[in-house]
């Protein structure tokens, strides 16, 4: 259903990429391990990742968001649309360089450690706009930096002034 990689990523010429999860924050903290996820699979500083708020018919479809399940369900989706974009930039990188290339901080880097391209440079050449595919491999859990370390969480802030933002703080006249 959510198969368009535009329907989940959206990379910017300024070098920061905005992910578009199916999931809402309920104050359960996903938007933290969502940006984790994404920061790994695509080889980029989770501050470079921006997170989209959810909106019924522009996100991608991922039902209900509940509780734990969201990290697992939409973690999972957010890895594969993460790696399958990762993957496609890479191989256009590469052949327009004319051999392998590494990603390191959303950039593409050659075998003598220089930055031939990057996200942001191909930003504006429609990558997204294809199906993902189901051939997309994540990275491999031992070369995750990001996900399932500590990190600050993105819903604590609001939480701690109290600030009104969740479903659940909506109190009708």
Same mark, same amino acid.
């Given at each position: ?12 010429? &300024?070098?920061t ?7 809402? @924050?309920?104050?359960q903290g ?6 984790q996820? #994404?920061? &790994?699979e695509?080889?980029? %500083?989770?501050? %470079?990742?921006?997170? /989209? ?8 479809? @991922? #039902?209900?968001?509940?509780? *734990?399940? *969201?990290?697992?369900e ?6 594969h ?5 990762? %993957?496609?930039?890479? *191989? =256009?990188?590469?052949? /327009?360089?004319?051999?392998?290339l ?6 593409? =880097?050659?075998?003598?450690?220089? #930055?031939v391209?990057? +996200?942001?440079?191909? /930003?504006?050449?429609?990558?997204l706009?294809?199906?993902a595919?189901?051939? %997309?491999?994540?990275?491999?859990? /031992? ?5 399932g ?7 604590l ?5 109290? #600030?009104p933002? +969740?479903?659940? &703080?909506?109190?009708?006249?």
């Amino acid at each position: 259903v959510n198969r368009r990689l535009s329907q989940w990523l959206e990379f910017h010429p &300024d070098g920061t990429v905005t992910l578009k999860p199916g999931k809402v @924050e309920l104050g359960q903290g996903i938007l933290t391990a969502f940006r984790q996820i #994404a920061a &790994d699979e695509l080889g980029v %500083a989770p501050d %470079a990742v921006r997170l /989209a708020p959810t909106i019924t018919g522009d996100s991608p479809d @991922e #039902a209900v968001t509940s509780g *734990s399940l *969201s990290v697992q369900e939409g973690g999972l989706a957010i890895r594969h649309a993460c790696a399958d974009a990762r %993957a496609l930039f890479l *191989s =256009v990188a590469e052949q /327009a360089h004319g051999g392998p290339l590494r990603v390191e901080g959303g950039h593409f =880097v050659n075998a003598a450690g220089q #930055a031939v391209s990057s +996200y942001a440079a191909l /930003a504006g050449h429609g990558l997204l706009d294809a199906e993902a595919s189901p051939d %997309a491999t994540p990275l491999p859990a /031992a070369a995750r930096r990001h996900a399932g370390t500590d990190a600050p969480r993105l819903d604590l802030p609001e939480k701690l002034r109290g #600030a009104p933002r +969740y479903l659940h &703080d909506l109190r009708l006249p």
